[in-house]
């Protein structure tokens, strides 16, 4: 038999809201910078390896770093580097703020990195971002004691945190409830731990071979 035409119908026509286009529009500033931090930081290795860079970095040759309930509620990373100078401290987790480069041709020029492990300046800020509290101690050779900070999840240093703290040169960081901003992450990062330490270890077994004379 010959096909029929088919004669559309108000039910097969689609509305006009259904054919729409969303328009483009700016993402807002806080969720902007949590999807940034996330491509930086996405588990506990990414946190750990991150931080040890820093320390590593600052000439450490003694880093030491604990887990509280392997590292779900607290992530710590001490080292005896060099430490953060004073008028450096407010920019500890500023984004795009790093000692390392001062412009996009530094990143080429292997006098100007001075062999560095990170450049981006991005891993105090994505970790401050992304967690419910990140605190920084640090101590210079040029001070009698050092100086303890907590800082915001936009990266700016928190009003009245700043206290004088006994303590070695060289820096200690503090990253409490990881991921805590990212609910679905943090529920794995939780859910996962033995495996997230697994991977941790692993990461830095890596780190005690290509670093001799740092324990």
Not at 110 to 132: D, H, V
Not at 200 to 212: C, V
């Given at each position: 038999?010959?096909?029929?035409?088919?004669?559309?119908?108000?039910?097969?026509?689609?509305?006009?809201?259904?054919?729409?286009?969303?328009?483009?529009?700016?993402?807002e500033e806080s969720s902007r910078?949590?999807?940034?931090?996330?491509?930086?930081?996405?588990?506990?290795a990414s946190a750990a390896k991150?931080?040890?860079?820093?320390?590593?970095?600052?000439?450490?040759?003694?880093?030491?770093?604990?887990?509280?309930?392997?590292?779900?509620?607290?992530?710590?990373?001490?080292?005896?580097?060099?430490?953060?100078?004073?008028?450096?401290?407010?920019?500890?987790?500023?984004?795009?703020?790093?000692?390392?480069?001062?412009r996009f041709e530094d990143i080429?020029?292997?006098?100007?990195?001075?062999?560095?492990?990170?450049?981006?300046?991005?891993?105090?800020?994505?970790?401050?971002?992304?967690?419910?509290?990140?605190?920084?101690?640090?101590?210079?050779?040029?001070?009698?004691?050092?100086?303890?900070?907590?800082?915001?999840?936009?990266?700016?240093?928190?009003?009245?945190?700043?206290?004088?703290?006994?303590?070695?040169?060289?820096?200690?960081?503090?990253?409490?409830?990881?991921?805590?901003?990212?609910?679905?992450?943090?529920?794995?990062?939780?859910?996962?731990?033995?495996?997230?330490?697994?991977?941790?270890?692993?990461?830095?077994?890596?780190?005690?071979?290509?670093?001799?004379?740092?324990?």
């Amino acid at each position: 038999s010959p096909r029929r035409k088919f004669h559309p119908t108000k039910r097969h026509i689609m509305s006009p809201s259904l054919l729409s286009i969303p328009a483009i529009r700016p993402i807002e500033e806080s969720s902007r910078q949590r999807i940034v931090a996330g491509q930086a930081i996405f588990d506990l290795a990414s946190a750990a390896k991150e931080l040890v860079d820093n320390s590593l970095d600052a000439g450490a040759k003694s880093i030491n770093i604990r887990l509280w309930n392997a590292g779900a509620e607290m992530l710590e990373v001490s080292d005896d580097g060099a430490g953060v100078p004073p008028a450096s401290r407010p920019f500890l987790a500023a984004p795009h703020a790093t000692s390392k480069i001062t412009r996009f041709e530094d990143i080429y020029d292997p006098l100007s990195q001075n062999n560095t492990l990170g450049f981006r300046g991005e891993a105090l800020f994505c970790l401050s971002n992304l967690s419910a509290n990140l605190v920084v101690s640090t101590r210079t050779a040029n001070e009698p004691v050092g100086q303890k900070m907590e800082f915001q999840r936009n990266g700016a240093l928190k009003p009245d945190s700043v206290s004088s703290l006994p303590r070695k040169v060289g820096t200690t960081v503090c990253v409490v409830r990881l991921l805590d901003a990212v609910p679905v992450r943090r529920a794995d990062l939780v859910r996962r731990s033995a495996e997230q330490r697994r991977k941790l270890q692993r990461i830095l077994e890596g780190y005690a071979i290509f670093s001799p004379g740092v324990k």
